[in-house]
């Protein structure tokens, strides 16, 4: 069982960065894949980013690659979405969630792969 507390969102005009974070509670985050999705208003739940359980593996919706870089540290039970250059239609409620995949080591990029989630966070930006 884990417990995720999404937490960095806020108010920002376009062009600048947030760093958002998910502390995870519970044992084994290590065996955890992790990912950020987004909801807008009347809009489906999408992936951002996502990593695999050892962080050797990542992926990038099209719309933040070069934007947008997902970490984790196991130390800490967390982890981050450092945004960078932010442009109005990144506005959107994020949320991060978990699935214990170890050993296997594939990143998961749909929200029906996972089977915990944060509260979210609300990301607003403006032009």
């Known amino acids: 069982q884990v417990t995720l507390v999404d937490s960095g969102g806020g108010l920002a005009q376009a062009g600048d960065s947030l760093r958002l974070s998910c502390v995870a509670s519970?044992?084994?985050?290590?065996?955890?894949?992790m990912g950020w999705f987004r909801q807008g208003p009347g809009k489906e739940r999408d992936v951002v980013a996502a990593?695999?359980?050892?962080?050797?593996?990542?992926y990038y919706a099209d719309s933040v690659k070069g934007r947008f870089t997902i970490s984790r540290s196991d130390a800490t039970n967390t982890v981050y979405l450092q945004m960078n250059s932010l442009k109005p239609e990144d506005t959107a409620v994020y949320y991060c969630?978990?699935?214990?995949?170890?050993?296997?080591?594939?990143?998961?990029?749909?929200?029906?792969?996972?089977?915990?989630w944060g509260q979210g966070t609300q990301v607003t930006v403006s032009s």
């Open positions: 969630a978990a699935d214990r995949t170890y050993p296997d080591s594939s990143v998961l990029t749909t929200a029906a792969m996972y089977d915990y």
């Open positions: 990593i695999n359980w050892s962080g050797g593996s990542t």
């Open positions: 519970g044992r084994a985050f290590s065996s955890y894949a």
